[in-house]
């Protein structure tokens, strides 16, 4: 006995299939590979989407409507939350630092829920026509950035 007859005592190795030994192995002719088709040629590849011609799922499905690329999202904020902050000077930098934005990157838009006793100047890129009036009532500033 030597390091090359030895086999694994739970015989998890499993030998290879040898393809393209004649007829006796089993494995001759067409190696495995069925007959003909795109499958049978050597270095054949489909992608995953392929449906063998079939029209692709893609081209299928009814398509409607656009997306316009150049929309802007706001991430809005209600004054009576900018009010329960208790500060003077609100800009967007605090709002995500006090969680009432997420996103660093996000426009920031004001809307009139609530009620304003305080007055506040409040940085933002848009506000409502509500939450302007409310802002300004109570002595305070709304700017746009």
């Known amino acids: 006995m030597d390091l090359g007859n030895l086999k ?4 998890a190795k499993k030998s290879a299939k040898r393809v ?7 494995n001759g002719k067409t190696s495995g590979r069925g007959h003909n088709g795109q499958k049978a040629r050597t270095g054949a590849k489909t992608r995953s989407w ?4 079939q ?10 409507g656009f997306t316009n690329i150049f929309r802007k999202t706001y991430s809005v904020v209600d004054v009576n939350r900018i009010e329960q902050l208790g500060k003077k000077d ?9 969680g009432l934005v997420r996103s660093k990157q996000a426009l920031v838009k ?3 829920n609530g009620e304003v006793t305080k007055p506040m100047e409040i940085k933002a890129h848009a506000f409502s ?14 700017i746009l950035l």
């Open 50 to 53: 392929f449906e063998g011609g």
């Open 8 to 11: 694994s005592a739970d015989g």
């Open 90 to 98: 609100i800009t967007p930098d605090i709002l995500i630092a006090s």
């Open 110 to 112: 004001v809307l009139g």
């Open 20 to 26: 393209g030994r004649g007829p006796g192995s089993g």
């Open 129 to 142: 026509k509500s939450a302007v009036a409310k802002i300004e009532a109570a002595g305070g500033k709304a």
């Open 55 to 64: 029209m692709p799922l893609q081209r299928r499905i009814p398509k409607r």
